[in-house]
């Protein structure tokens, strides 16, 4: 699995130089359709991930949405690395500040929730000693 | 989805390429932007259906709804 990555980024990356020299524009294109082919390659084992997770919160008897929104903010985590480093690579880095600017505040207003959720979970946790 | 869609893009990208500089070689500077345009937009459409599959798959597996 791990040689098909490599094989599919050292592809890449050589049609990315082979562009950039002829055609800069294509070159962006081309780092894009790299990240979208080996993102999908991996999604595979991310789902195995995220089941085996899932079963394991659902034995520690943590509610469901907390684990939910940790796997919503992972998400967006990513998917703004992933759009930040096409456009550090395109060669406009301000713009990728900007969007992980927005990603980190889309993160710290989902993470309220989780926050009060763990508040709750220990709450209850003094009551009971 | 594999390495022909990467091989895909290179392949478009140097075609046009190559158009625009004979077109630019025989005087036809307006045709030669008119080309790289084309082929500029060919590869557009080929990388968003392709980045839409990418963030459905990803919404859909990390219930990402918002």
Redesign the interface.
Known sequence: MIFKLI??SI??VV?VL??RS??P???V??T???G??M??IL?ST??DV?LSFDNVVKKSGVDESVF?AV??I???G??TEYSASIATDAGCGSIAQKLQFGGKLTIFAMSISIVSALIDVVGELVNLV | ???D???K??G???L??VVSVILKKSDRDDVATFA?LA??IV??V??ID??S???D???S????Y?
């Open positions: 094989a599919i592809i890449g049609v082979m562009l002829a055609k524009e294509f070159a294109f081309a894009i359709a790299t979208v082919i993102v999908v999604l991310l789902q995220i939910s796997l919503k992972i998400g967006i990513y998917l | 989805m594999g390495v869609i990467i091989l893009i290179a478009i990208g140097i046009t390429a790289t082929g500029l590869v557009i080929l990388v392709m980045i599959g990418l963030f798959t990803i919404k597996l990390l219930s990402l918002s």
